[in-house]
C-alpha cells in the first residue's frame, strides 16, 4: 500500500479495503443488526441492509472477506442503478417518423443549483444532428410536441 492508502481494516464489525468500508451497526428500528457500506470515507452509505445475528442470537454475526465482497459488489450494483436512473431522467428520447423519415429527438437536462438548463436537438438516422435548441427544463418531450418541433422547422418551442 501507498502512504496515501489507508491500511485495510479487518475487524468484527469493521472491515475496509481502503475504497470501500463495511459496519456493523445496531439497528435502530428493533434489536436486529445492520451494515452500512460506505465508498471512499462518503458521509452517506451507499448501501445499508440487514446484518445476520451470531449464534448466540445477541450479537452480529463478524464480517469476513466473502461477506465483504458480497456487499461491495452488492452496493457497486445499487450506485449502478441509481446513475441509471439519474441519467434517464436527465435525457429523455424517442423517434417518430415526418414525410418517411426517422428522427430521434433528444431532451438533454443538466442540473445545477442555480437552474437547470435542457436542450433539445434532433438526429437522422445516420445519427447526424439537424437542430440544437435550448428548452426550459420544464419542456415535456412526448411524441406530439416532438412532431410539432420538427413540423415548424425546428424553431425554439415556446
Same mark, same amino acid.
Given at each position: 500500500?501507498?502512504?496515501?492508502? &489507508?491500511?485495510?481494516?479487518?475487524?468484527? +464489525?469493521?472491515?475496509?479495503?481502503?475504497?470501500?468500508?463495511?459496519? /456493523?451497526?445496531?439497528?435502530?428500528?428493533?434489536?436486529?443488526?445492520?451494515?452500512?457500506?460506505?465508498?471512499?470515507?462518503?458521509?452517506?452509505?451507499? $448501501?445499508?441492509?440487514?446484518?445476520?445475528?451470531?449464534?448466540?442470537?445477541?450479537?452480529?454475526? &463478524?464480517?469476513?472477506?466473502?461477506?465483504?465482497?458480497?456487499?461491495?459488489?452488492?452496493?457497486?450494483?445499487?450506485?449502478?442503478?441509481?446513475?441509471?436512473?439519474?441519467?434517464?431522467?436527465?435525457?429523455?428520447?424517442?423517434?417518430?417518423? /415526418?414525410?418517411?423519415?426517422?428522427? +430521434?429527438? /433528444?431532451?438533454?437536462?443538466?442540473?445545477?443549483?442555480?437552474?437547470?438548463?435542457?436542450? $433539445?436537438?434532433?438526429?437522422?438516422? $445516420?445519427?447526424?444532428?439537424?437542430?440544437?435548441?435550448?428548452?426550459?427544463?420544464?419542456?415535456?418531450?412526448?411524441?406530439?410536441?416532438?412532431?410539432?418541433?420538427?413540423?415548424?422547422?425546428?424553431?425554439?418551442?415556446?
Amino acid at each position: 500500500m501507498t502512504s496515501e492508502s &489507508p491500511e485495510p481494516i479487518h475487524a468484527d +464489525r469493521l472491515w475496509s479495503d481502503g475504497h470501500w468500508t463495511a459496519r /456493523v451497526i445496531k439497528n435502530e428500528d428493533d434489536d436486529g443488526w445492520a451494515v452500512a457500506m460506505h465508498l471512499d470515507g462518503g458521509a452517506e452509505p451507499a $448501501l445499508v441492509g440487514p446484518w445476520t445475528m451470531g449464534r448466540d442470537k445477541k450479537n452480529p454475526k &463478524p464480517l469476513d472477506t466473502a461477506a465483504f465482497n458480497t456487499l461491495v459488489k452488492t452496493a457497486k450494483e445499487v450506485i449502478r442503478r441509481s446513475e441509471q436512473q439519474l441519467h434517464a431522467q436527465l435525457n429523455k428520447n424517442l423517434s417518430v417518423t /415526418v414525410n418517411g423519415q426517422r428522427i +430521434r429527438v /433528444v431532451m438533454s437536462i443538466v442540473p445545477d443549483e442555480e437552474g437547470a438548463t435542457a436542450t $433539445l436537438s434532433a438526429h437522422d438516422e $445516420l445519427d447526424e444532428e439537424l437542430a440544437r435548441v435550448p428548452v426550459p427544463p420544464t419542456f415535456r418531450l412526448n411524441v406530439d410536441s416532438a412532431q410539432a418541433w420538427i413540423a415548424s422547422g425546428f424553431e425554439r418551442p415556446r
